[in-house]
């Protein structure tokens, strides 16, 4: 109470999904890019998130097809 921290917190049983992915379990090569892209001008980092999106979407529809 003192700490305003469960029991459960403290020993990690929250009942999390196991599938969660922390920060600490993101490759250190994503990391290093998302910083350069960090450095660029807002409209670049735009762009390079439209095309990662984009990306993602034709991947989900892939998926989708296999499945059906």
């Given at each position: 109470?003192?700490?305003?921290?469960?029991?459960?917190?403290?020993?990690?049983?929250?009942?999390?999904?196991?599938?969660?992915?922390?920060?600490?379990?993101?490759?250190?090569?994503?990391?290093?890019?998302?910083?350069?892209i960090e450095e660029l001008p807002?409209r670049d980092q735009n762009a390079?998130?439209?095309?990662?999106?984009?990306?993602?979407?034709?991947?989900?529809?892939?998926?989708?097809?296999?499945?059906?």
């Amino acid at each position: 109470e003192t700490l305003s921290v469960s029991i459960d917190e403290l020993m990690g049983t929250t009942g999390t999904p196991a599938k969660k992915k922390k920060s600490e379990d993101v490759s250190y090569k994503i990391l290093k890019k998302v910083r350069v892209i960090e450095e660029l001008p807002v409209r670049d980092q735009n762009a390079i998130f439209l095309f990662i999106n984009a990306l993602v979407e034709k991947n989900k529809t892939r998926k989708e097809k296999k499945t059906n």
